[in-house]
């Protein structure tokens, strides 16, 4: 057990809606990573935050939000979805990152795995 | 520019047997991470690296940075090592990148 936690654990829509993950990083950490891996495009970073602001920006489409609130969880945004977003989301976390990331461990969640029909 | 390789992309070994997965990137990078990803889909962070070996239980990781390659090495491999191994570099200007994995199965 990373420490992470992240709910929902499995998600089905449909095509155009709109679904909100969340992620609660370990305790102390300071950082949340998202992560999408899908079967086509394998693991992709999306985004990064620290202290609750955005750190480091991935491959993260315009349909896509996150936020870190005060308390340090976050939540990813997806909107108008499509069927390619069909993916695993995962988050992450790291103690630092102020820096963006790179030269920390990060601690994975399990997942939300994401289906949209 | 950013790519990550990694090799082989699938492997089956005896069990006891040395093992040894690659990873080459293209440009320079603030650090390399070696994660391993279980059959149930979680992931776990076993190494990053910036430079020279690290060592932990029977895995060990190694990077050249002239060369741009990693190595992750596994001694006396066990049927409990059967998972995806993937390598992913921090490039300079705050990007992160994934290899593709490597399958590893090991048999008893």
């Known amino acids: 057990d990373s420490g992470v936690t992240q709910t929902p654990k499995h998600l089905i829509t449909a095509t155009g809606q709109r679904v909100t993950l969340r992620c609660s990083p370990r305790s102390g950490d300071l950082s949340v990573y998202w992560y999408q891996q899908s079967l086509d495009q394998g693991l992709q970073f999306l985004i990064q935050?620290?202290?609750?602001?955005?750190?480091a920006k991935g491959n993260i489409l315009e349909r896509f939000s996150a936020q870190q609130f005060p308390d340090l969880h976050s939540e990813l945004n997806l909107s108008s979805l499509e069927l390619g977003d069909s993916a695993l989301y995962f988050c992450?976390?790291?103690?630092?990152?102020?820096?963006?990331?790179?030269?920390?461990?990060?601690?994975f969640g399990p997942g939300t795995r994401l289906l949209v029909l | 520019k950013n790519e990550v390789e990694q090799s082989p992309q699938n492997l089956t070994a005896q069990e006891g047997e040395f093992i040894t997965i690659n990873c080459s990137y293209s440009?320079?990078?603030?650090?390399l991470h070696w994660l391993q990803q279980h059959p149930g889909g979680g992931i776990v962070s076993l190494f990053m690296l910036s430079s020279g070996k690290k060592k932990h239980g029977r895995l060990i990781a190694t990077i050249n940075i002239q060369e741009k390659h990693s190595s992750l090495h596994i001694t006396a491999s066990h049927p409990r090592d059967s998972a995806v191994y993937i390598c992913a570099v921090h490039y300079t200007g705050n990007q992160f990148y994934f290899g593709t994995g490597t399958s590893l199965t090991v048999i008893p």
């Open positions: 992450a976390s790291s103690v630092g990152g102020a820096g963006g990331f790179g030269g920390e461990t990060q601690y």
């Open positions: 440009v320079g990078i603030s650090a």
């Open positions: 935050y620290y202290n609750g602001e955005e750190r």
